[in-house]
């Protein structure tokens, strides 16, 4: 249409006089669009949801689609528009308007704009005198045939993995939850079960029944606020943020939502402040693998060395398998670590006799452990070792070092390697951390290391005269 590709600095809007709130907006250079405005009936807010694109939808889609819009809202039975002619054989228009103009134009031929009266079929857009027509395939508005009405009908049914396939700008978070969400993290995440538990537990009961496109970056820090009052930690009230912003980009991405912003955006994560500096220096060290050696599992004090040695978790010792390690080149292939790939883990000369001891010690159980593909299988059944916490517990306290967990022994990896003078990136690679921030917090610098720092200070000022260089003895008369 000539009028749409005028190139006005201002932008133009045409008002649908059959449904309320339903206009054609224009900005400068860009595409034409369709625009529902109204006020949402439960926060008493304007809205201006988008309902399509022109020409790919018309006069009568558009309107249909806005009407589908408000019956949700509202929760009103459907309706449709009919034909009605106007007094004068008058059909239906859209009144043409350009932002910043305070009068609307053609106002003697129908009643003022947005009134809700229904109109027939439309066939101009009227803008300060300019009338432009439309062809028949552009606007069709009237009785559809029950051809066309089975066809539409067929292509709202048809299913996809996340619903309907179309937008649902008043889906509530407890619906998108069951009929998105939830069937794609169980494919997607290996931690599902812990975004189900926070769900349950903390999201939904608060927010479950809002709709989205409700939902404000306030409501959302009212949120996190009443779960610290509840007590939770710091970090649990983080995690329940990150998988509401998680379900939001989702949506977005999806398209289940309209185009809107992410009201988690906004709203800041709580500070954590549980940050733990506890590793093993050698005394400690020497006396828990006395200890070890005393233990009823003779895989651990294997286990426990290579923690101390590798710097690997818990659970990619107990699942190691013999044939993810190549002693030769001295590396370790993790097939599936906690970050999701594959990630190898170079092996020290310590680190592969500690290997090749376990095997051997594997070879001397029954025959169960000799035929599992595990590195420390469970001699009565060949499978990893479900937990080892209590023979760990008892090694531990019999060290006197009862408040050292088993992934302080990961810390005191790091540790070793930074005060050695490696540098971060080197722990960030063999530790497998995705971001340097989590590197930065197992990173931990002994106090020798940090005096050795500061001294470089007194190396660079080395030829000044200092106070104190030679004591002056002052006597008192």
Not at 209 to 234: H, R, W
Not at 301 to 330: K, M, S, W
Request: glycine share 6%.
């Amino acid at each position: 249409m000539a009028l749409l590709s005028l190139g006005s600095p201002d932008r133009l809007e045409f008002l649908d006089r059959s449904l309320r709130g339903l206009m054609l907006t224009k900005r400068k250079n860009g595409v034409p669009s369709w625009v529902l405005k109204y006020q949402c009936p439960r926060t008493f807010q304007m809205r201006a949801i988008p309902v399509g694109a022109y020409p790919e939808v018309d006069l009568h889609e558009a309107r249909q689609k806005g009407m589908e819009i408000i019956r949700q809202e509202y929760w009103s039975e459907q309706f449709e528009l009919i034909q009605a002619p106007m007094a004068g054989g008058a059909e239906g228009k859209l009144v043409g308007s350009e932002m910043g103009s305070s009068q609307d134009t053609d106002t003697s031929m129908a009643p003022t704009p947005l009134a809700p009266h229904p109109l027939g079929p439309m066939n101009s857009f009227e803008s300060e005198g300019v009338t432009e027509s439309l062809s028949p395939s552009d606007i069709n508005v009237g009785v559809q045939t029950p051809e066309q009405k089975s066809a539409k009908k067929a292509i709202a049914s048809v299913s996809t993995p996340f619903g309907s396939g179309r937008i649902n700008a008043f889906i509530t978070l407890n619906q998108f939850h069951l009929d998105h969400y939830l069937p794609y993290i169980k494919v997607a995440k290996r931690s599902w079960g812990t975004d189900v538990s926070v769900l349950k537990n903390h999201i939904l009961p608060m927010l479950g029944g809002y709709a989205m496109l409700d939902l404000k970056p306030f409501v959302i820090q009212e949120m996190v606020q009443a779960l610290v009052k509840k007590g939770l930690s710091p970090s649990t009230c983080n995690r329940a943020l990150i998988i509401l912003r998680f379900m939001y980009n989702c949506g977005l991405k999806w398209e289940v939502l309209p185009k809107m912003e992410n009201p988690c955006k906004n709203v800041k994560e709580l500070a954590l402040n549980n940050k733990k500096e506890r590793f093993l220096n050698g005394k400690e060290i020497s006396t828990l693998k006395l200890e070890l050696a005393k233990s009823k599992n003779k895989f651990l004090p294997y286990i426990v060395q290579l923690l101390i040695l590798t710097g690997c978790r818990r659970g990619e010792a107990l699942n190691a398998q013999i044939q993810h390690f190549d002693l030769g080149r001295g590396d370790w292939v993790v097939p599936l670590p906690k970050a999701g790939k594959a990630r190898h883990i170079p092996l020290n000369d310590l680190a592969i006799q500690t290997i090749r001891a376990a095997i051997v010690m594997k070879q001397s159980y029954n025959q169960v452990a000799k035929e599992s593909h595990f590195l420390f299988p469970n001699p009565a059944t060949g499978e990893p070792f479900q937990q080892i916490f209590y023979s760990w517990d008892k090694a531990r306290k019999a060290a006197h070092i009862d408040t050292v967990r088993m992934h302080d022994l990961r810390h005191s990896f790091a540790s070793a390697m930074v005060n050695s003078g490696m540098t971060l990136y080197d722990v960030k690679e063999i530790l497998g951390h995705s971001n340097i921030r989590t590197t930065e917090r197992y990173a931990h610098l002994s106090n020798s290391r940090l005096r050795q720092a500061a001294g470089a200070v007194s190396t660079f000022y080395e030829n000044q005269d200092w106070i104190g260089d030679a004591p002056e003895l002052v006597s008192e008369e």
